[in-house]
């Protein structure tokens, strides 16, 4: 799981352009990468997505454990099961219901790891979110957490940590906002800048590195080169 945070697939210059991604080859890679730039969900019911560790139908989500929050004509609903084991796993599904509907039609779900708490430790929105309407447009969007390697053959405890922020258009398709999602670089990267109580001399440099790499992507100073699925 945590390997295929890292894993590349290159893409085309013509599809950098129309994702807003810059292609300039002087600026270096971002060490995060989305696992899934968009997430497609199925006509009716709820499924994983492909290229996930699972397939075929997602397990079933109590009615009273989903997540729920306006999203347009209808609601956006998710579920977060973790963290599990050692590298922080979550078993997250998403979909979207009518007003009335107390579960969703149709969906998807994955899994992604959190990790990366092990260096930040401290954000000001915990429990970590996972919708919100991030830019108070009275619809929300869905946040998903992951995890990235601060260096080659990195050990459990050298990953930071990340939040993609993904918008739903009217065709029932998770789009990542790249706009959002920056903004929400630059939030967490604050928090690895503030200091922590504990004067570990190990974890200091690694939340100094996680946040540098949180605001190259902020700003815009770092390519985002691949991704595992979602094209």
Same mark, same amino acid.
Request: with cysteine.
């Given at each position: ?19 807003? @991604? ?7 890679? /971002?060490?995060?990468? +989305? &696992?899934?730039?968009? *997430? $497609?969900? =199925? ?5 994983? @997505? ?7 139908? /997602?397990?079933?989500? +109590? &009615?009273?454990?989903? *997540? $729920?929050? =306006? ?5 956006? @609903? ?154």
């Amino acid at each position: 799981m945590l390997s295929r945070l890292i894993s590349l697939l290159s893409f085309p210059a013509a599809l950098w352009m129309s994702l807003g @991604l810059a292609a300039n080859v002087d600026v270096p890679p /971002c060490l995060m990468n +989305p &696992t899934h730039l968009e *997430m $497609r969900m =199925p006509s009716r019911g709820l499924t994983w @997505l492909p290229g996930e560790d699972f397939d075929g139908t /997602c397990d079933e989500v +109590p &009615t009273n454990k989903w *997540m $729920r929050s =306006p999203a347009g004509a209808g609601d956006l @609903l998710v579920y977060a099961a973790g963290p599990s084991g050692s590298g922080r796993f979550w078993n997250v599904t998403i979909g979207v219901a009518g007003r009335h509907e107390s579960k969703p039609a149709r969906g998807v779900c994955f899994k992604t790891s959190t990790i990366g708490w092990r260096t930040l430790q401290q954000y000001k929105k915990t429990p970590l979110p996972w919708l919100d309407d991030l830019d108070k447009k009275g619809k929300a969007e869905l946040i998903v957490w992951e995890s990235f390697a601060l260096q080659e053959d990195a050990s459990m405890a050298e990953y930071g940590l990340l939040a993609w922020v993904y918008g739903l258009t009217a065709e029932g398709l998770f789009v990542i906002d790249w706009s959002l999602s920056r903004q929400m670089a630059r939030e967490i990267a604050d928090a690895y800048r503030a200091p922590l109580d504990s004067k570990d001399l190990v974890l200091g440099p690694l939340r100094a590195q996680a946040a540098q790499a949180l605001e190259q992507f902020a700003d815009e100073r770092c390519i985002v080169r691949s991704v595992t699925s979602g094209r």
